[in-house]
């Protein structure tokens, strides 16, 4: 945020490379390498991470909020493009052949600005306007409130309002996730490039899902499965699994996109 100039705009959006339906295993096996490439800010920066939603679901777990477990889970996966852009910026200064410093890594200087700010204020608002859709879900479910783990799995497993209910929340939950990948799955590692907008940065990934649907597909499958695993192992799995995703996902935007 100096007085440095930001590069104007292109008057095209890049166009969208047709990728392989095994793109994705290849864009998990680059974000791999990245990771053993600098392990020791790629570990810190996840271990950051694991311990913030580790925090977070206890505190719900302590206060009997076992419930909003699904909805911390949807949480994360929609905020999840913004909190790696860090990882974008290693990921990138490896492919330049650098090893990223952990500053770098820290201060995003090319994401801290207005348009990186509008996409996190849109993934927030996404975020706040899945959990209202949960809590009207969940109200609409049941007059009781199961305030341990044990009675809201006794609800969901047992009840057919609970079974429902989670039917319904993974069919809403869905469509806000789908939209939220659609827009920022390319658009927030799109955003290193200052040259372009929120705008175009959002046009080029709904673009990028559209022309690629079955492998972004398979992109979103893997990212959630993979999450889902890094949170069953204590949370601790995270430490790796959201470093290599989020390095993948530069690669993923390299792969889709090329200059107009």
């Not at 493009?81 to 200087?109: H, T």
């Not at 700010?117 to 993934?123: A, P, R, V």
Request: glycine share 8%; hydrophobic share 60%; net charge positive.
């Amino acid at each position: 945020m100096t007085g440095e100039q930001i590069p104007p705009a292109p008057l095209r959006l890049p166009q969208i490379n047709a990728v392989p339906l095994r793109a994705p295993l290849d864009w998990l096996a680059a974000g791999w390498r990245d990771f053993c490439a600098a392990p020791g800010i790629s570990l810190a920066y996840g271990l950051v991470l694991a311990a913030i939603s580790a925090g977070i679901f206890w505190a719900l777990y302590s206060t009997g909020s076992a419930s909003w477990f699904f909805v911390l889970l949807g949480g994360f996966l929609i905020l999840g493009p913004v909190l790696g852009m860090g990882l974008y910026a290693a990921a990138r200064a490896l492919a330049d052949g650098r090893r990223p410093g952990l500053w770098e890594v820290i201060w995003v200087r090319d994401a801290a600005r207005r348009d990186g700010l509008l996409l996190g204020l849109l993934l927030v608002f996404l975020y706040f306007l899945w959990t209202r859709i949960a809590q009207v879900i969940y109200a609409l479910s049941t007059w009781q409130v199961h305030k341990t783990r044990s009675d809201f799995l006794a609800f969901v497993v047992l009840e057919p309002a609970g079974q429902m209910m989670i039917l319904t929340g993974l069919v809403t939950g869905g469509f806000v996730a789908f939209c939220n990948y659609s827009l920022a799955s390319v658009a927030a590692p799109m955003l290193l490039e200052r040259r372009y907008n929120v705008f175009m940065a959002m046009a080029t990934s709904v673009r990028a899902v559209n022309r690629n649907f079955y492998p972004m597909l398979l992109w979103a499958f893997l990212i959630v499965g993979l999450t889902v695993i890094g949170i069953s192992l204590a949370f601790i799995g995270l430490a790796v699994v959201f470093p290599v995703i989020g390095m993948a996902s530069w690669h993923a935007y390299r792969a889709l996109t090329r200059e107009a």
